[in-house]
């Protein structure tokens, strides 16, 4: 008998974590959409540099608002995160197919793409809070397997572009179509045991993130990592096409830059669940501090080799896609292993939403930057990311040696 609930609790949690992964990949296809599509609106429709670049991170803007008021409210914490999720999505999915009918880079497009952002808040650490309540000792593959969905469907806007050709219309006719489809999918996912639910409201536990040295120090890796990663996946398609133009064709040069893009963004998702099973068996710490060395150095690496022969850069940038987000799950679980159960939902919320005003930044600044520097210099940069976040997490690997 106890075998037979055993295999039965086991597939439960199997089929749960399919349906969010799932439902995480088709929701988070709209984060990217309209840096895929960029290329092609700006061929049909005069868009400045400076209205692309409010377009790509307009996302960023609007998911930290959402973020904070998620985190204050308690949201995931309070109520039943499916719910959240599968409302989120939906608004996120209406708001996305209202860029059919709006002008392409003008202030209502620019918006709606703020408010999708917002309601993304409400489905990329709801999804956290979800998956780490089906585990602690496998927590770190747990969290890898949701932000590895993330990863993929963040990619996902790139090949959907790539395979439709110029037809931009298209591609946010079907991601706003998959969003759709992740919010009835969530819906039939199931809570783990290690689920809690907060209480009441309390907006106090917010300061847990600078009272606790061991939350702190994991925030401020996250800072550092969070410096390079969405400011590469929103403009390494761009970079790419720049590079391959010294010795490419226009056309030959903007279909490869798509499908570096999505690859770039897309063979991350398959590292972050590696990594999450090694992090399990070495360490989480010790995995943040590998991925950001590589990324650190393959920004670097990237750099040297722009504008010469297609193929270096070419690997050079998937190397780079590989090792910059594997150790994003792992930030987030050391967060959940240090704080509360029932308050982990959000402090990774929180987490993720002082990460993104980072992003927003670094997003908006990457074309001002290009501008003055050029793309080597620029691309260098990112690397700085990565060196500080390491040096918080040798901080925290100390502290928790000395405990």
Known sequence: MGARVTNAAINVKVRSLVLLIVSQISAMSLWFVSSAILPDMAREFAISETRQAALASAVPVGFVIGALFSAVMGLSDRFDPRRVFAICALLAAASGACLLVVYPGGGASIFLRGFTGAMLAGVYPVG????VGWGE????LLVGLLVGALTIGSASPHLV???GGADW????LIVSGLTVISALLILLAGLGPYHRKAPKFDASVIAIAWTNKRVRYAYLGYFGHMWELYAMWAWIGVASLASYQYTMSQQAAVDLSKLTAFLAIGVGGIACVLGGYVADRIGKIQITILAMAVSGLAAVAT???FGGPVWITFVLILIWGVAIIPDSPQFSALVADASPPENAGSLMTFQTALGFTLTVFTVQLTPWLVSLLG????LAAMGLGPAFGIYFMLKLRNLAKSA
């Open 169 to 172: 219309r298209l591609t946010i």
């Open 128 to 131: 956290m809070k979800i998956a």
């Open 303 to 305: 750099a040297l080799s």
């Open 161 to 163: 572009a790539f395979l």
């Open 375 to 378: 793309w080597p210099i620029v």
């Open 137 to 140: 000792k496998d927590r770190g």
